[in-house]
């Protein structure tokens, strides 16, 4: 396609480029629309004004009110977009200890997570593999939901509560076990994520205190974790079918990963076999050293996958036929045959 006519915060109008080197779209027009919020969106799909919901696709809270309504088919794909806990590993605090940190995940009941915050319509998340691609790795370390093994690692680390309010205290002055966690206000499923988080972690024994800001100062203070405006933080991003370019978040400080690295993870090991994943052009290989990246995520965690939540996507019947369903739903960075394959209802 070719641009038209745009106008912004309205509406960018593309027609079909019939001097295309490949497929020619089997539609003459697409025109991408813009709203101010959920509820205009939905109720455009609604009235026919448009024929499926973008990008993000539509909240858990509407699927059961899409399936109602006529000439509206609801798809629920796998989900692009992972959300995972971060740790700074440059404030000096327990949150430094490895087996801290592995404690925290055993104190988190994914299970419940999914069903308050995504209503069901999410996966457990372990990696920044999808399970469904032949690199991701199946015998990684496992943080099953197990509060009275995150206690015994917790009272191993020598975190014990010595005043009996609840709260363990930390080995040096006494003071209570607490860390500031991240959340961007913008974000509505994570700043819910992180209250659950919240309860759940303090059964174990440790203090949360959500530090929610909006996403200007979130990025601000993400990626500067030597400013120590955090303790925990909460990320997502779409590693997509071809993520190697997401392992570079835990590269090393002191081997050029400053940039994105929001954990102040420092691990030389890593470093050189990322170096030698992006180096090598042997798939096997690329492969064997992609799993053995995944290992080291999951047993040091400088980040721990959390969840990977569905895409969900209305889409109207009536008109058009031939949408195309990847991970990610119908219409994403990784799926434009949506708009290839798409033609006029017969």
Known sequence: ?????????EYIWMVKNDKYWGEIPAVDEVVFKSYGSQDAI???????????IGYNGSSPLSVEDFKKTENVD??????????????????????????????????IDRDRLIQLVYLGYAKPADSFIYPELS???????????????AKQMLEQAGYVDKD???????????????FEFLVPSAWPDEVKLAKVLKEQIKDIGIEIKL????????????????????????SSEEPGPNGSWIWEFARGYNHGGAGWN????????????????????????????????????????????????????????????????????LSTWINVWTYFKVRPKK
């Open 211 to 234: 530090k929610v800001v909006d996403l200007d100062t979130y990025y601000e203070f993400i990626y500067t974790p030597k400013e120590d405006k955090f303790d925990i933080s909460i």
């Open 262 to 329: 929001q954990a102040y993870y420092d691990n030389p090991v890593f470093d050189n076999i990322l170096d030698a994943m992006n180096a090598d052009t042997d798939l096997e290989k690329q492969k064997q050293l992609t799993f053995k990246l995944q290992e080291i995520m999951a047993e040091d965690l400088p980040y721990a996958l959390l969840v990977r939540p569905d895409l969900i996507g209305p889409y109207r019947t009536d008109k058009f036929e031939g949408h195309v369903e990847t991970m990610g739903g």
């Open 1 to 9: 396609f070719k641009l038209k006519k745009f106008k912004g915060g």
């Open 42 to 52: 939905n109720m455009a799909l609604k009235k026919g004004d448009i024929e499926f």
């Open 164 to 178: 009996g309010d609840g709260i363990r205290n930390d080995k040096k002055g006494g003071q209570n076990m607490s």
């Open 135 to 149: 690199t991701y790795n199946s015998n990684l370390p496992r943080y099953a939901y197990n509060p009275d093994k």
């Open 74 to 107: 609801v798809a629920i794909s796998p989900g692009i977009a992972l959300v995972w806990l971060g740790f700074n590993l440059h404030k000096e605090n327990a949150i430094q200890e490895k087996l801290v940190r592995q404690a925290i995940m055993h104190g």
